[in-house]
């Protein structure tokens, strides 16, 4: 997404000048400021296992490896920890994670028959809430802030202020608030879509005048003035030229394409719906058995990803190692193309908890939740039955204790819920930079975990580096699934407890997210603090053993 805005950057400023200057490009790149300049030099890079090395390495790593070396070498783990992945899917037959899914032994494949009798059919490696009976699946979705807006709207319309209750009134005043916010994101979608539409086609036109597949194939050399040129010519090299001096490639185009294309047509498209599919009725909340069996859908590179995190197979000299080596990953489909509903992720905890989870791993999020009463019904039956609960803190570079964002621990109702953690990222880079720069922040984070190219599983037995709390997470995710395998007398909260008193706490004055002001590392968390798993299993083995 970084990189999508880059583009989007240099894309408005190439359509201001052909604008203005009656289609002619000038071919100096714009002078970005510092921040953009920090993303597209890098300095250097990280080995690919970056987050499993120790704290005290160049890399402010998880210590993994370390734990495993010094510490679990002669040890055996007890216990069997069942990690549920609610996300988008996730590629189960990957050779790095088919050993470690989940499997329900109470279901027979394919039979047609709800075996054990949990109201889904077929369940064998988890479930998928965004699909329908027929075998097909939500792809897209759109936005919360769109759901919200068109119920209200539908309220609404057509009615006088002046009829109005005073508790309408006040839900009217929201309602323009939320039109205003909804209206904004449309627009800026629209506008950027188009602009990188033009682009694209300025690009197609540019590959046809040199007569390649892609214009980073065009030499340096061929992109030098010549005399001979006519005007097409000039202007195709001088757009090739503006993107290769923005270390912009044609696939960071076409990347940005997709996700404007995905705002504009579907996110904040008020005709767009694709509930249909599902088939059930959204706004009954009790009705909880809906959906398929189809746990990998169309579009699962970021649940993969996830999954691999937490646990991929270890030491089978395949792409790469999860952190937690006894472990089941029960897979639950939840999260579309865009925004999961409230409805779907409380039922997703509910099916986890049900059948076994110890921890679910929740990296996902969005800025409203108008059914959040439900979700908080089902983290309080995730309590009542000692199951951790791990979620990304965001990757708006936000302060989430002004900013709220969810999910998050805290109840409508009062209280809030005790087996909760949020997780912001860090990165490779250290120094200033330790802190993410997309990372949310506050006292409502946790703690920081390593979230910058992160090497993981993704679909069809390829891997690949991801940035995000969404990998934050399932680090996190994983160290207390490494922590109930070895010592399965622990409860959820200790855990918790564990890994929040065990962090390492770096005295770095770090830029804070999204901008170039400096403060504390500490200060944006409420441990100030990153995780530690080596230091975590020393106090596990203390308080495991005061508990027997």
Not at 161 to 180: G, L, M, R, V, W
């Amino acid at each position: 997404m970084k990189k999508a805005h880059l583009v989007l950057f240099a894309v408005s400023f190439l359509v201001a000048a052909c604008s203005s200057t009656g289609n002619t490009i000038d071919n100096s790149p714009p002078e970005a400021d510092e921040p953009v300049s920090e993303v597209i030099e890098t300095p250097r890079t990280a080995p690919t296992d970056w987050h499993h090395l120790s704290s005290d390495s160049e890399y402010t790593g998880a210590g993994t490896e370390k734990t495993y070396s010094e510490i679990l070498g002669n040890k055996t783990p007890s216990k069997k920890v069942i990690v549920a992945i609610i996300d988008s899917g996730t590629d189960i037959e990957h050779e790095d994670l088919a050993g470690n899914i989940w499997v329900n032994e109470d279901e027979i494949p394919g039979n047609g028959i709800d075996d054990d009798e949990n109201g889904y059919v077929d369940d064998v490696h988890g479930w998928n809430f965004i699909g329908g009976k027929d075998g097909n699946n939500v792809d897209k979705d759109t936005y919360e802030l769109t759901r919200v807006y068109l119920k209200l709207r539908d309220k609404f319309k057509g009615k006088s202020s002046s009829d109005f209750s005073p508790q309408e009134k006040e839900e009217y005043q929201y309602y323009q608030t939320i039109k205003a916010e909804f209206d904004e994101k449309r627009a800026e979608a629209k506008t950027s879509f188009e602009n990188l539409q033009n682009v694209k086609n300025a690009i197609d036109g540019a590959k046809n005048i040199f007569k390649v597949s892609s214009i980073d194939s065009v030499s340096n050399k061929e992109l030098e003035p010549n005399y001979n040129d006519g005007a097409y010519r000039k202007q195709a090299k001088q757009i090739i030229k503006y993107f290769r001096d923005l270390d912009v490639t044609e696939e960071d185009i076409n990347d940005a394409y997709k996700q404007f294309d995905k705002m504009y047509n579907y996110a904040y498209n008020p005709d767009f719906d694709p509930r249909d599919i599902v088939g059930d009725d959204f706004e009954d909340l009790e009705n909880r058995f809906y959906g398929n069996n189809d746990v990998e859908g169309p579009r699962s590179d970021h649940g993969s990803h996830v999954a691999g995190i937490v646990g991929a197979i270890r030491n089978n000299d395949l792409g790469m190692n999860g952190i937690a080596d006894y472990v089941s990953l029960m897979i639950v489909r939840t999260v579309p193309d865009g925004d999961e509903r409230d409805k779907d992720v409380a039922n997703a905890i509910r099916y986890a908890v049900e059948n076994g989870a110890d921890i679910i791993n929740m990296s996902f999020g969005k800025a409203y939740s108008p059914r959040k009463f439900y979700v908080d019904e089902a983290f309080k039956f995730a309590d009542e039955n000692d199951v951790l609960l791990v979620t990304g803190s965001g990757n708006s570079a936000e302060n989430i204790d002004s900013t709220i964002s969810y999910p998050n621990k805290f109840y409508e109702d009062g209280g809030m819920m005790k087996n909760f953690l949020s997780v912001g990222a860090s990165s490779w880079m250290g120094d200033s930079l330790l802190a993410a720069d997309f990372s949310n922040y506050g006292m409502r984070v946790d703690l920081f975990a390593p979230g910058v190219d992160i090497y993981s599983a993704t679909p069809n037995d390829t891997y690949e580096s991801f940035d995000g709390t969404s990998m934050a997470s399932p680090a996190v995710a994983g160290a207390a699934a490494l922590l109930m395998a070895y010592y399965p007398n622990l409860s959820a909260h200790d855990v918790k407890t564990i890994l929040l008193e065990t962090v390492t706490k770096p005295s770095n004055v770090v830029y804070k997210p999204g901008s170039d002001q400096a403060v504390s590392f500490s200060s944006l968390s409420s441990t100030g603090g990153i995780l530690n798993i080596f230091e975590a299993f020393k106090l596990a083995e203390i308080k495991s053993s005061g508990s027997n």
